[in-house]
């Protein structure tokens, strides 16, 4: 194969729904504001629910992502004019019975029959709850097998040997078997990968990681989609909630930023003349830039390369975001190296993720949080100390956000306090760099690039992103995301 064609994609790749960046999709946006619509008297009809589904099912919007935006604009609106919103599209009550019906014996009947049942299931229930207070719980690990894990153990035990132990060979070639015995080979190849990376792979184990890893580079059929990504690509320590509240206001905190720098006149500036046109270019980096984009569901940043910076790629804020190429990217560097390296980054340019990108300090990220938490409810307690610190960018952020965010925070707020009104920011910004890593493997398919990219950027935490990574290749996840995209092992 040419280098030329590596970064391309096949004439019947579909490109899906572009989205998922640090903006807000059109067809998302058209269902907000019918909904606000809908909303705005406080009352949703039979009639103008039929209409939402009609209008959901006509833009193929996800059910799940529809529902929770409409839990966020109702619990705002309830918010705002303190009143709860009624649905008359619900079940209607049961009709009143006729006039003189209780004297018909029969309905007399009936209607013992239903109280005694009534009772009777209150009983039941009673008595369950006695009981499973009452019940003994023991702990008993006497009959314990303490042998390895073999191939004749369930998938699931297998992979939770594995998520603790990622690198232990007995229990990834546990999977290996088990996966092949059940026909699942893309989970089995998976396993396949992690055993030749660790060099301890048999020649059964090498035979089907061999016959089954990209040449070059994947050759997917189709795109990621919002719900791949929430679903399969997200790393299970992301807390989705966390992410949504950050999107909500990231276009803000990058205007904030691009000003603030603007000001300090420390805004870097980039050469138009060294822009690229990813539909010409012939720079290998660029190319995979593009070629990845779209693999991941998302429109490619504008990309300019720049020889004189000695890194590989970096965010540049402005408006809109773009990113730079350097010197470590524009040479040197195998095609699998740059598929990593780019849907890692790309990964950054996610809405849920971009803060990331654009504020690598936790301290600031966690700013941010409580900012966003305060304008969705400004009577929000917190310490005088936090309060000096969050205030003034709370006031900074709020003019700059459109009424539906601001609205979306009110729900996002609500549903924090329900789900406890506690997370762990420190653990979110980890689980949200080793997705960006887990988006970089999907592309590059190579565990050794991804220890190379991962050491020349100078990760302090590579082993744990690598341990994670093995995790990942041995999951249903990974095989599931393999078949979303047209990637499929034989």
Not at 83 to 97: E, K, T
Not at 334 to 346: K, M, Q
Not at 435 to 464: H, N, P, V
Request: glycine share 6%; proline share 6%.
């Amino acid at each position: 194969m040419s280098t030329g064609s590596l970064f391309e994609h096949t004439s019947s790749f579909d490109a899906g729904q572009v989205g998922g960046h640090v903006h807000v999709g059109r067809f998302e946006a058209a269902y907000e504001e019918l909904f606000a619509e809908v909303l705005e008297d406080g009352v949703i009809t039979t009639e103008e629910r039929q209409k939402l589904e009609k209008a959901a099912s006509d833009l193929g919007l996800d059910r799940a992502r529809i529902g929770e935006l409409e839990r966020a604009l109702t619990a705002a609106y309830e918010i705002r004019h303190r009143v709860a919103v009624r649905h008359d599209d619900a079940p209607a009550a049961p009709a009143p019975l006729p006039e003189g019906a209780e004297e018909d014996p029969r309905i007399a009947a009936l209607q013992q029959r239903i109280a005694y049942l009534e009772q009777r299931v209150s009983d039941l229930t009673r008595e369950l709850d006695e009981a499973r207070a009452n019940v003994a719980i023991e702990v008993d690990f006497s009959g314990v097998d303490t042998t390895p894990a073999t191939e004749t153990e369930e998938l699931d035990e297998i992979f939770r040997r594995v998520r603790h132990a990622p690198r232990e060979v007995v229990s990834l070639r546990a999977l290996f078997r088990a996966a092949s015995a059940r026909g699942e080979v893309d989970r089995a190849y998976g396993a396949a990968h992690a055993l030749s990376y660790l060099g301890a792979a048999t020649d059964e184990e090498k035979a089907l990681y061999d016959k089954n890893r990209p040449e070059w580079l994947i050759k997917p059929s189709s795109a990621l989609d919002r719900e791949a990504w929430k679903r399969l690509l997200l790393h299970p320590d992301q807390e989705i909630l966390a992410g949504e509240i950050f999107a909500s206001v990231v276009p803000a905190v990058l205007l904030g930023r691009v000003a603030t720098l603007r000001h300090a006149k420390a805004l870097p500036a980039l050469d138009p003349q060294k822009r690229v046109d990813l539909r010409a270019t012939t720079v290998q980096a660029a190319r995979c830039f593009g070629w990845a984009a779209s693999i991941l569901g998302m429109p490619a940043p504008p990309l300019y390369t720049d020889p004189s910076y000695t890194g590989a790629v970096e965010l540049v804020p402005g408006v809109p975001p773009a990113s730079r190429l350097g010197k470590l990217a524009l040479s040197g560097r195998a095609p699998e190296e740059l598929a990593f390296l780019a849907g890692r980054h790309l990964a950054y340019y996610r809405e849920e993720h971009f803060i990331r990108l654009l504020l690598p300090s936790l301290f600031d990220v966690e700013d941010v949080f409580l900012a966003a938490l305060t304008i969705g409810n400004p009577g929000l307690p917190l310490s005088d100390e936090v309060q000096r610190r969050v205030r003034p960018l709370a006031d900074a952020l709020s003019p700059l956000l459109e009424p539906a965010q601001i609205d979306r925070l009110r729900g996002h707020f609500l549903r924090f306090v329900e789900e406890g009104g506690r997370t762990n920011l420190n653990r979110w910004t980890g689980a949200a760099d080793k997705t960006a890593c887990r988006a970089g493997l999907l592309l590059c398919e190579s565990l050794w690039a991804a220890e190379r990219m991962l050491e020349l950027s100078g990760d302090d935490d590579r082993t744990e992103k690598m341990d994670d990574l093995i995790v990942f290749l041995a999951s249903d996840r990974w095989a599931m995301l393999r078949k979303r995209i047209g990637v499929t092992a034989a």
